[in-house]
């Protein structure tokens, strides 16, 4: 199909996937239980979301707080309309993950050669070809295999990536069948002329794939990157409640972006998300509550633009 196909204009509704449970808590120094994980998740299946990154099938002694990622999947599966979806590094983890119950599985490769091998020891190559292997395990299973482009839009120890080494990436997991791929932007590098680059190019070198935007705030502009994105016609987005997260190699760095603050940015843009932001706003305060530290999402401080004060009760506002 040509790459014309593709129209940039505004979506009237948007796929939003809650990621906080994976890549929200694997970035947060206190780890939840598993029943004070469920009960975020479960306020936020109130809220209407019904799409969830849920943990990460890796080994649980290099990330603790994802170690309960069975009984999480176990305790989840039943839930009616819900879409459950999961990192895996390799066809190990694809079988735990299958054997668990989870919708999809998402293998992940770094666009930079040097952090894909910080984070899992290997080239990009070793990795593109490791998927084959998950793939197989897959086959037959109705479980659905996606894609995840992690510094996508730069790496914090290469700096500029290739938008090619993006395209080259999204072609092999096209051929794997792959039509979800998120491309992550892991530390916060992406801007918006970025994000038309890439979008751009996928689109023309991998026309099957339906990208998804994965943003961090981690330099204040992750909601202006999603404008960019609507503006070209992506409707799929990625967000942790409450923006939990941080970014590895900048400590005190903000997350992902904040699924309630996304919420409240579509709903003025009258663009459909099915979800209910007051109950957005409900999760982001538990959220808080269960990590015991402020997050940086800020419609959830505020509250939504016509959540009106009492003006006898406040001092006069200046400036
Ligand atoms: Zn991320």
Known sequence: MPATHHVERQPSRVHVTEVGPRDGLQNESV???????????HALVAAGVNAFEITSFVSP???????????????LRGLD???LSALVPNHRGAERALEAGIDAVVMFVSASETHNAKNVNRSVEDSLAGFEDAAR?????GVELRGAVATSFGCPFEGDIEVASVGRIARHF???????????DTTGMATPPLVSERIRHLREVAPPIVPTLHFHNTRGIGLANVMQGLALGVDRYESSIGGLGGCPFAPGASGNIASEDLVYLLDEMSIDTG??????????QIA??????DLPGQ??????????????????ARG
Do not use: Y
Request: charged residues 20%; contains cysteine.
């Open 81 to 83: 309309g819900v879409h």
């Open 288 to 293: 808080t509550r269960l990590m015991g530290r």
């Open 61 to 75: 002694k290099a990330v603790p707080a994802l170690a309960d990622a069975v009984d999480l999947v176990t305790a």
């Open 299 to 316: 419609v959830s401080k505020a509250g939504p633009r016509l959540a009106l004060s009492d003006c006898s009760a406040v001092p006069t």
């Open 275 to 284: 979800i209910d932001l007051a109950g957005m706003i409900g999760a982001a």
């Open 31 to 41: 780890i939840l239980s598993t029943a004070e994980k469920l009960e975020l998740i």
């Open 137 to 141: 395990v897959l086959e037959g299973s």
């Open 174 to 184: 096209s051929e794997l069948g792959v039509r979800h791929l998120s491309l992550g």
